[in-house]
Nanobody
Framework: VQLQASGGGAVQPGDSLTLSCTAS????????MGWFRQAPGKDREFVAG????????YYARTVKGRFTISSDNAKNAVLLQMDSLKPEDTAVYYC????????????????????WGQGTQVTVSS
């Protein structure tokens, strides 16, 4: 397994969840790792990313201020802390690694990632 994601579940609006993604080898990380999500009937969209050497986070406007991405370089892992969850956050969340570009302006572009985790379902509903 290259990227293993976990931590999804069913919660109520306002609750929190933490997603985790672990790379089996450093090779599968690249310059950055990211989280994307796909809701039923919608395209996959960028959620958050983090530069692996800089630790700098990047967020979609829809989650900024509510989600926090962090990395554990020693464990080759990236976490996504999701607070104040809303029903519109309901989706399958995918972690991505192997970011190809040497700069971060394209960190939100799915095609820049070589490796993808299997996806974990997050459902926010009352």
């Amino acid at each position: 397994v290259q990227l293993q994601a976990s931590g999804g579940g069913a919660v109520q609006p306002g609750d929190s969840l933490t997603l985790s993604c672990t790379a089996s080898e450093r090779t599968f990380i690249g310059y950055a790792m990211g989280w994307f999500r796909q809701a039923p009937g919608k395209d996959r969209e960028f959620v958050a990313g983090i530069g692996w050497s800089t630790g700098n986070p990047y967020y979609a406007r829809t989650v900024k201020g509510r989600f926090t991405i962090s990395s554990d370089n020693a464990k080759n892992a990236v976490l996504l802390q999701m607070d104040s969850l809303k029903p519109e956050d309901t989706a399958v969340y995918y972690c991505a690694g192997g970011y190809k570009a040497g700069f971060y302006q394209r960190i939100s572009v799915a095609d820049e990632y070589l490796y993808w985790g299997q996806g974990t379902q997050v459902t926010v509903s009352s």
